[in-house]
């Protein structure tokens, strides 16, 4: 779905995902899933844990989408090739 900002494309994934159970896939979640994998939050150990109960997802391993991270990252401050991004889409789907 291609949509300028705030156009709607989420919401209307999301409908379709509730009402026809199409599969969302999300670039951004892919990129930002791809750039956790290759460089991990390190945790400060001065920090206080937070005590409040939060869930968090885990990470699964993969050396593709961790490489892909590596890939996307050397993009910080540019455009990302669409090749680039078809291969994420790629990685995520297989």
Known sequence: ??????????TTAKFL???????????EAII????KLAFPPV?????????KKVIEVPIIENPEL?????EINEYKDQVIPDE????GILIKLN
């Open 43 to 51: 945790e400060d150990p001065k920090k206080k844990k937070d005590t």
């Open 66 to 70: 961790k490489e892909y991270g590596l």
């Open 84 to 87: 680039l991004l078809l291969k």
């Open 32 to 35: 930002k899933e791809a750039l």
């Open 1 to 10: 779905m291609i949509g300028g900002k705030f156009s709607g494309r989420r």
């Open 17 to 27: 995902n509730q009402k026809y159970g199409l599969e969302i896939i999300d670039i």
